[in-house]
Structure formats: structure tokens, C-alpha cells
């Protein structure tokens, strides 16, 4: 059976470079018909020397290692950003758990509290994702906060962080709270000591998604290969001309489609934190950390009553 789903890929525009580069492509294809047409009229003048420095191969391989580089580059980008994230929702999920059935909850204040510190987690996620784009907040994290927390995220300048600190309050609390009265009502240090170093890589994994947006590629590098490519644009059709004659535009578009829309692809994924087709999907990732969260508000601990001795066993 024939598929065309390869085709069906290969065609496709969603995603794609090609209407990104086309601006560029045509460009450099009309010059070359423009080499070809003064070919045309003097043969014997066409040789240039960009034409020789296009078809040299030590120009030629720099080239290609610095387009692997840029590449390469943008897809080490990309995937620490998807390891950032993928932390983010285990470390959300472990946390999550363990808030439900290690913190006690034994009247309506309390589990109240405990809904609102997991709502917490699940506002961390959708704080990060705004905070990545430089967006304000939105109704879904509002969905999530009390309109008094809002009003504080408005006017913050990192509201993943600040969310943080309200966990951290939340379980410090849980901690303090009638320790000289009732043990049964508080954590003790070691499950502190392990919410807290789960906290701890929450954060940790914002700040490797903030490591990621606020480091660019450098601007002398991408400057650099941008004009190498521009150099071989402008020389390939000279080197092609005295062979392909009016074919040389032809040629000259497809391999200035080829050398800008690779570049351009490291351009699209190097930041994958934002809206575009070839991003992350971030909306995805924060849904699926909700309903996580949500699944764990939902689920009611059983406590089971150990026998006080073992007679009673029998």
C-alpha cells in the first residue's frame, strides 16, 4: 500500500521555512537571471571572481560546518528546553502527591488550605509558560489564585518565583503550626527536608528555562554567516552561468532555498518557549500538569488504623 503521508509532510506549509525564506529565495533567483541575461550579451565577460571563490572548496566546507554548527546549536537549544520542562511537570506531579498524602488534613481549614497549595503547583506551571513569553497573566491562572494574589502577580517581576514562595510559606506552616500541641497536625523535618528539595527543582527548572530565552545566539557569529551566505548567493550564479546559461536562476533558488532555510530553522527553534508551529508545545505541557494536579485534588486519602497492640491482631 502507497502512503502519502511522506508527501503530505513534504508539502506541507505549517511549520515550514519555505514562506519565511521565499522573499530571499526570489531575490537571489532574479539576480541570477539577471547574471544569465548579461551572460547573453557578453559571454566573454561573465567570469567573475566570486564566481571561483563560489566553487572553492575550502569556502565551501566552512560554510557547511558553520550551518551544521548554527544548527546543532538551535536543536541543543531545544531540547534542554524540553528537559527543563518535562522536570517541571515530574517534579509538579511528585510534589503534588506527596502534598496530599503527607500533609494532614483533619477538618475543612485544612483541606481547604492543601486544595489551594496544590492550585499553586498547577498556577507555577501556567506562571512559567506567561513568564517565558513576557505575557501577562490570564484567566487561567487567575482560575487558579485568589483575587488578592492576582493584584500581587500583576505588579511582580517574576510570578513563577513569587508562586514559589507561596508553597514555601504553605509547607513552612505546615511545619510550624501547633508542633507544641498536636504532632498529628503538623509535617515533620524530614518530609519538609523533601518537599523543599522538590521545590527547590521547580525552580531550578525555571531557571533553566530563563537560561535558555536570555541567552542568544552571539550576534558576530550569526552576522558572519549571514554574509558568507550572501557571498555564495551572489557568486554561485557566476560559477553556473557559463554551463546552465538560462537555468542558472533556477539552480540559484534552489540552493539559496536550501543555505537560507536551513539557517532560518535554527532561527525558529533556537527560542522554543513561544506560539510558532515548530515550538514547544508549552499549552500542551501546562494542561497536562493541570489535570494532573486537578486528578490529585480529587483523590481522597485512605488513613489506615494500626492495631495499638498485638492482641488486637488476633
Not at 572548496?57 to 560554510?63: D, I
Not at 503534588?96 to 492550585?119: C, H, T, W, Y
Not at 492576582?150 to 511582580?156: G, V
Not at 518530609?191 to 527548572?205: A, C, H, I
Request: net charge neutral; glycine share 6%; charged share 20%.
Amino acid at each position: 500500500m502507497i502512503t502519502m503521508e511522506w508527501f503530505r509532510v513534504a508539502l506541507s506549509l505549517k511549520g515550514s521555512v519555505a514562506p519565511i525564506v521565499l522573499p530571499r529565495v526570489l531575490l537571489f533567483g532574479s539576480f541570477g537571471f539577471l547574471v544569465s541575461l548579461w551572460h547573453y550579451f557578453y559571454p566573454m565577460q561573465s567570469t567573475f571572481v566570486l564566481g571561483e571563490l563560489a566553487g572553492n572548496v575550502v569556502y565551501n566546507l566552512v560554510l557547511g560546518l558553520l550551518l551544521v554548527f548554527r544548527t546543532n546549536s538551535a536543536h541543543e537549544r531545544y531540547w534542554e528546553g524540553r528537559k527543563a520542562l518535562g522536570a517541571l511537570v515530574f517534579n509538579i506531579r511528585n510534589l503534588a502527591r506527596d502534598i496530599q498524602l503527607g500533609v494532614p488534613s483533619l477538618d475543612a481549614a485544612d483541606r481547604e488550605a492543601k486544595q489551594q497549595a496544590l492550585k499553586h503547583l498547577a498556577a507555577f506551571a501556567i506562571a512559567t509558560k506567561l513568564h517565558l513569553r513576557q505575557e501577562p497573566i490570564d484567566r487561567q491562572l487567575e482560575s487558579l489564585i485568589s483575587e488578592s494574589q492576582a493584584e500581587k502577580l500583576k505588579t511582580s517581576k517574576n510570578c513563577p518565583l513569587e508562586i514559589s514562595l507561596w508553597i514555601g510559606e504553605y509547607l513552612q506552616s505546615q511545619f510550624q503550626r501547633d508542633s507544641l500541641q498536636d504532632a498529628s497536625r503538623r509535617i515533620d523535618s524530614i518530609r519538609l527536608t523533601n518537599f523543599g528539595q522538590l521545590l527547590n527543582n521547580l525552580v531550578e527548572g525555571l531557571t533553566s528555562c530563563e537560561r535558555i530565552l536570555r541567552t542568544p545566539m552571539p550576534l558576530a557569529y550569526a552576522i558572519y554567516l549571514r554574509r558568507l551566505i550572501l557571498i555564495y548567493c551572489i557568486g554561485i550564479p557566476f560559477y553556473l552561468v557559463n554551463r546552465q546559461e538560462w537555468w542558472t536562476c533556477l539552480s540559484v533558488a534552489i540552493i539559496s532555498f536550501i543555505l537560507t532555510g536551513v539557517e532560518q530553522i535554527g532561527n525558529e527553534i533556537e527560542n522554543p518557549f513561544g506560539h510558532d508551529p515548530n515550538d514547544l508545545p508549552v499549552d500542551d505541557i501546562c494542561n497536562t500538569i493541570l489535570g494532573n494536579v486537578e486528578t490529585a485534588i480529587a483523590y481522597s486519602p485512605t488513613t489506615l488504623s494500626l492495631p495499638s497492640s498485638l492482641s488486637d491482631m488476633n
